[in-house]
């Protein structure tokens, strides 16, 4: 599918913020359809003087309803040959930054709906903030999913094919049920959605069209029959979710759950205790547990590799070890004391960073790496920078990073390791800072190089990324693991190598014998806590990195 988008603004009485937000849309080389919804005298004035030859303009004498002129928009669009179409709002409180990266992701995924994610300020109205989870709620209901995060942002960009179908299928909410209805509807119909967070303000002198009274009862009824209308729909709701295909790479699965349930969880945890958190835990991980029968088999053949009998009740409890780690991140960005932390090794870390020359930790998805932002607060003055791949737990890491700024633990997101970023960390350890870097999956780009060591038994791909970057940082080299016991974490930290060198010749097979050195120290730790492995597909897969889209961020 060729990817030629447009943007269509639904405008009614808002003209203050209208030529900013053209503008910046025309520098997105964006043409823009102005969808007038019966506007005010001063307002149509406004929209004429920003009439030209990529900025066309629907009109109407009385007000029809957002949804209306919103779908009046999207078919002009498809007459005019355009293949996707970008709504935003005209009152200017969708952050006209975030469009290039709305449309990047949009292009990477051309048959999904893309919305935004809304990250509030202080100007937002508190019944509003609040008012959004229940909608929130009724939309997983009728949805059967929480991939839906957020079913009311009205910053999209839309696939006009399968939209203009629906359009002929069905009516479509005309008014503010507009934007819940046909999210709602391309997902029964088939079309996934993908969310990406994006600031959203409230402007003081911002003009609201929301009726109190008339729009909540139009919600209501939409609500009614969005959950009647799930119900003849749920078996083939149910047998899609449970029948998606499976990717050959750990990037393309994708996470589970909302950024509102983190958030949920985190405030039940934060405010009612642990014991009140845990009792909402265990049946969502159960949750989970039934409705991911792909996770559920690379669990279990993850703990017959590890000696652990795979019985469903071993596997319910690997999954609710992940949940307790995902509970104790949340818990400890926001009280550190709650979460203890011990580091019986600190004395080895500090001696080797004292000099003034950074090291290199390679760790794994085992334990809980997040709390390596413990060095900062167990080591003073030691600076903390972790490599994250951009596709990996972007829910998560969005909510963690809104939580506090209090420690000096710095994510770095990448999709691979190329000569910029070796030259930024090379400037960091020459500075004593610590780098971390996962060695347990194999990288997103497509081509990277992988090699096959055993791991448990079987050969399993594993990335050399990792040594080539200790080639270039010229530091020492530490296996980093956090592990969970009955009185808190431990971290694990043992000598790895004091300089790795790869040779120009074979530096290939230099590097996939660190590979398997690493892999065969994995294996130990994994067998010694089988439990808090936290890859949830088929490790020892032969699948290579597939395309990955570009970073939404």
Not at 119 to 127: E, G, I, M
Not at 147 to 173: H, K, N, Q, W
Request: contains cysteine.
């Amino acid at each position: 599918m060729s990817f030629k988008p447009c943007a269509v603004i639904p405008v009614y009485n808002h003209h203050t913020a209208l030529p900013r937000i053209v503008a910046a849309l025309r520098e997105n080389r964006l043409p823009v359809i102005l969808a007038d919804d019966g506007s005010d005298a001063e307002t149509k004035r406004a929209l004429a003087g920003l009439a030209g030859p990529d900025v066309e303009l629907l009109t109407h004498t009385e007000n029809r309803g957002k949804g209306t002129v919103m779908l009046e928009g999207f078919r002009r669009a498809g007459e005019r040959g355009f293949s996707h179409a970008l709504q935003i709002d005209a009152d200017g409180q969708h952050e006209l930054g975030d469009v290039p990266a709305l449309l990047a992701l949009s292009e990477q995924n051309p048959d999904r709906l893309v919305s935004g994610v809304p990250r509030y300020d202080a100007s937002v109205p508190a019944v509003r903030f609040y008012g959004r989870y229940l909608t929130h709620g009724l939309v997983w209901l009728e949805s059967l999913s929480f991939r839906l995060e957020d079913s009311m942002c009205g910053f999209r960009v839309y696939p006009l094919a399968p939209t203009l179908a629906l359009m002929d299928r069905v009516r479509i909410g005309p008014r503010m049920d507009f934007d819940t209805d046909i999210m709602v509807r391309l997902c029964w119909a088939g079309t996934e959605s993908l969310f990406l967070p994006t600031r959203v303000r409230y402007p003081e002198d911002g003009l609201s069209h929301f009726r109190m009274f008339k729009d909540n009862g139009r919600m209501a009824w939409l609500h009614l029959r969005l959950g009647f209308g799930m119900l003849p729909r749920a078996p083939g709701l149910i047998w899609r979710r449970l029948h998606r295909g499976k990717p050959r790479h750990w990037a393309e699965i994708g996470e589970r759950g909302s950024l509102t349930g983190l958030r949920f969880i985190g405030f039940l945890d934060r405010f009612l205790g642990r014991g009140v958190s845990l009792a909402v835990l265990y049946p969502v991980t159960l949750y989970f547990f039934l409705t991911h029968p792909r996770a559920r088999r690379a669990s279990g053949q993850f703990l017959a590799a590890a000696g652990v009998a795979p019985t469903l009740a071993n596997r319910y409890r690997h999954f609710m070890q992940f949940s307790l780690s995902i509970l104790d991140k949340v818990a400890a960005w926001y009280d550190p004391k709650r979460v203890h932390v011990d580091m019986p090794e600190r004395e080895t870390l500090w001696k080797a960073v004292a000099g003034g020359r950074g090291a290199l930790l390679v760790s794994a998805h085992l334990g809980n790496l997040e709390l390596a932002r413990a060095l900062s607060t167990l080591i003073p003055g030691i600076k903390v920078n972790a490599l994250v791949y951009t596709h990996n737990a972007r829910r998560l890491n969005a909510m963690l990073e809104r939580t506090s700024e209090r420690y000096a633990l710095r994510l770095i997101y990448v999709e691979e390791i190329g000569a910029e970023t070796a030259l930024m960390l090379r400037e960091k350890i020459a500075a004593g800072e610590v780098v971390v870097i996962v060695g347990d999956r194999t990288p997103v780009a497509a081509g990277s190089p992988v090699v096959k060591a055993g791991f448990l038994g079987k050969p399993a791909p594993f990335a050399i990324g990792p040594y080539v970057l200790a080639h270039v940082l010229e530091c020492p080299v530490y296996l980093f693991f956090c592990t969970r016991g009955a009185t808190g974490y431990t971290l694990h930290l043992e000598p790895f190598a004091e300089r790795i060198e790869l040779p120009r010749r074979g530096r290939t097979e230099a590097a996939a014998a660190w590979a398997e050195r690493y892999a065969a120290r994995l294996g130990d730790y994994a067998t010694r806590f089988p439990l808090q492995w936290y890859n949830f597909y088929d490790f020892w897969a032969d699948g290579a990195p597939q395309a990955a889209p570009a970073d939404p961020r």
